[in-house]
């Protein structure tokens, strides 16, 4: 191995310690309470070290989102490369993902919500906004796919596949938000699966034919 290779390797080693470090301390005192200080102390590094990474809190708390977008997007194709399963079919399956996504890491899927709703872009580098928006594309195409073929084939309602796909992100993150933001006012009633399983049959029965 090259000695660019290696250093390239150490970087990137360096870059995950600091973002466990943030989803640490994000999921344990929340987004605005943790500090950049706090954050280069659980990594174990200076926080001069930090920023030669990041130069933000929020681009930390992107950089995290990032990788959520990135399962999320490859647990979407998988259901529409899926050529054993008709349309109907691809949504109940569509449904099992969404809900392997949240299980994946609820705290960085609400960040990622939360990120679309906050005035944070402009904090953001060109290149990490590019990235976001890149895969926040791609998975609204990749679900418009979806309804397209159902609606080509007579199974779904005539709307335009792309605000079929508006309408199932928005429940997602609607769901997902709204239930996340009652648990902290009691952490007993979590009802975040229960309530989207319930609102996402609705609108399949909804795009129905």
Same mark, same amino acid.
């Given at each position: %191995?090259? &000695? ?18 943030? #989803? #640490? ?8 309470? !943790?500090? %950049?200080?706090?954050? !280069? ?11 030669? *990474? ?11 989102? =990032?990788? &959520? ?22 949504? *109940?399956?569509?449904?099992?993902? =969404?809900?392997?996504? *949240?299980? *994946?890491? /609820? ?8 990120? @679309? $709703? ?6 953001? $580098? ?17 679900? !418009? +796919? &979806? ?5 080509? @084939?007579?199974?779904?309602?005539? @709307?335009? /596949? ?29 009802? &975040? %699966?229960?309530?989207?399983? $319930? ?5 399949? +029965?909804?795009?129905?034919?």
């Amino acid at each position: %191995m090259g &000695i660019k290779s290696r250093k390239e390797r150490e970087k990137e080693q360096k870059r995950r310690l600091i973002l466990n470090a943030a #989803k #640490k301390l994000f999921s344990e005192k929340g987004f605005s309470k !943790a500090t %950049m200080e706090e954050i !280069a102390k659980e990594a174990e590094f200076s926080p001069g070290t930090l920023y030669l *990474y990041f130069k933000n809190k929020d681009e930390l708390d992107a950089s995290l989102s =990032v990788e &959520i977008l990135e399962f999320l997007s490859d647990k979407l194709h998988e259901v529409v490369e899926n050529q054993e399963l008709d349309p109907l079919q691809k949504l *109940y399956a569509l449904k099992e993902k =969404v809900f392997e996504v *949240y299980n *994946y890491d /609820p705290d960085l899927l609400v960040s990622l919500f939360h990120l @679309k $709703t906050r005035k944070t872009f402009q904090h953001l $580098t060109r290149k990490l906004v590019e990235r976001i928006d890149t895969l926040s594309r791609d998975a609204l195409k990749t679900l !418009a +796919k &979806i309804f397209d073929e159902g609606i080509n @084939k007579g199974v779904f309602i005539e @709307k335009h /596949p792309n605000e079929l796909a508006d309408i199932f992100w928005s429940i997602y993150s609607g769901v997902v938000l709204w239930e996340d933001s009652k648990k902290f006012l009691n952490e007993d009633k979590n009802f &975040i %699966m229960e309530t989207l399983e $319930t609102a996402i049959d609705i609108f399949i +029965k909804g795009v129905l034919k």
